[in-house]
C-alpha cells in the first residue's frame, strides 16, 4: 500500500476569530499522535513548525522518550516516538516522506469539496503515491492549505451539533474509518 503519514501542523493554523497565528507544541499531542501512527503501521508523524525553539522543545521530548530514562520506564511509548520527524514547513515533510506526495486536510468544517471517509479509503487501496494527512492545531489548519490540498475528508460528524473535537481524538477517529 502507499505509504501514508500523519502531520501535526502548526502552522498555518487560524486563531480563533480566523487570523492566521502559529501554535505552540503540546507534549501531548505528540505521545497520542505518535501513538495513533504506530497503532495503525503508518509512516511516520511529522510535526510541523516554523520556529527552532519550537523544533528543539519537540525534539527534546523526543530525546527523553526514545532515547533516555522515558523509555526505560515505559518501551512501548518509545517505540511510538520513535515514528516522529520534526519539520520547519509541509514542503520538508513532502520531501520526507516521497515523490509526488499529496496532501489531504482534515477539518470540523468543509473549506471546498469534501471526500467522504469510505470514497478516501478506497483511493488510498488503489493509488501510487504518497499521502499526508494533515491534522491542525490552534483553531484548526488555515483555509488557504484546505484550498491547496489534493484532498479535504469529510468533517466527522457526531450524533448532534457539538463539534470541537481534539486533535488527539479526530486524528484516532480518522485513522480508524481509514485503516481500521
Ligand atoms: N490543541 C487543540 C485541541 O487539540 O483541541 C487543537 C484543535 S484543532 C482545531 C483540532 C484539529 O483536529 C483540527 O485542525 C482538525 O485537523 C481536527 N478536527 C477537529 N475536529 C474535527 C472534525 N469534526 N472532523 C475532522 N477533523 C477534525
Redesign the pocket.
Known amino acids: 500500500m502507499t505509504p501514508v503519514a500523519v502531520a501535526l501542523v502548526h502552522h498555518p493554523?487560524v486563531a480563533r476569530d480566523g487570523s492566521p497565528m502559529t501554535?505552540s507544541v503540546?507534549n501531548l499531542?505528540l505521545h497520542d499522535l505518535a501513538r495513533c501512527v504506530r497503532t495503525y503501521a503508518l509512516a511516520a508523524l511529522y510535526v510541523v513548525h516554523p520556529y527552532e525553539s519550537q523544533r528543539m522543545l519537540a525534539e527534546r521530548i523526543l530525546e527523553h522518550w526514545v532515547r533516555g530514562s522515558g523509555r526505560e520506564r515505559i518501551p512501548d511509548r518509545g517505540e511510538a516516538l520513535e515514528t516522529v520527524r520534526v519539520v520547519s514547513d509541509l514542503d520538508a515533510a513532502r520531501a520526507h516522506l516521497g515523490e509526488g506526495t499529496a496532501v489531504w486536510t482534515?477539518?470540523?468544517r468543509a473549506h471546498g469539496a469534501i471526500t467522504e471517509y469510505a470514497a478516501a479509503r478506497a483511493a488510498l487501496a488503489t493509488r501510487e503515491r504518497p499521502v499526508l494527512l494533515?491534522?491542525?492545531?490552534?483553531?484548526?489548519?488555515s483555509p488557504e492549505l484546505c484550498e491547496r490540498a489534493e484532498l479535504r475528508?469529510a468533517?466527522?460528524?457526531g450524533a448532534a451539533d457539538y463539534?470541537?473535537?481534539?486533535?488527539?481524538a479526530?486524528?484516532a477517529i480518522?485513522l480508524d474509518r481509514l485503516f481500521g
Open positions: 493554523v501554535a503540546t499531542d482534515t477539518a470540523a494533515c491534522f491542525g492545531t490552534g483553531w484548526g489548519l475528508l468533517p466527522i460528524r463539534n470541537h473535537l481534539s486533535v488527539r479526530a486524528c480518522t
